[in-house]
């Protein structure tokens, strides 16, 4: 965690609590982690929400810009 933290500041990432709940809003979930990843040459969170019918969301997030990553499906979100 502090790793993370560390490598946050120094790349000027945005904030992930403030693009869960951002998520969490626009998908109507519960918010239940985020993890920093590198994908290619970027860095992206992978967002974990809980949906009101018991479904698990996992979206990815441009680490840098908090915007919703190309690569994700349909509105932004997997479900599983």
Known sequence: MAQAR???????????F??????ALRLQG??????L???????????????KDGHIIKLLVDAFSGRPHSSSIGAGAISK
Not at 6 to 16: F, G, I, N, R, V
Not at 18 to 23: G, L, N
């Open 18 to 23: 403030q693009c869960m709940r951002e998520a």
């Open 37 to 51: 990843c590198q994908l290619g040459e970027g860095l992206i969170y992978e967002i974990s929400l809980l949906r």
């Open 6 to 16: 560390a490598k946050m500041e120094a790349s000027k990432l945005a904030d992930p």
């Open 30 to 35: 519960e918010p239940l982690g985020a993890r």
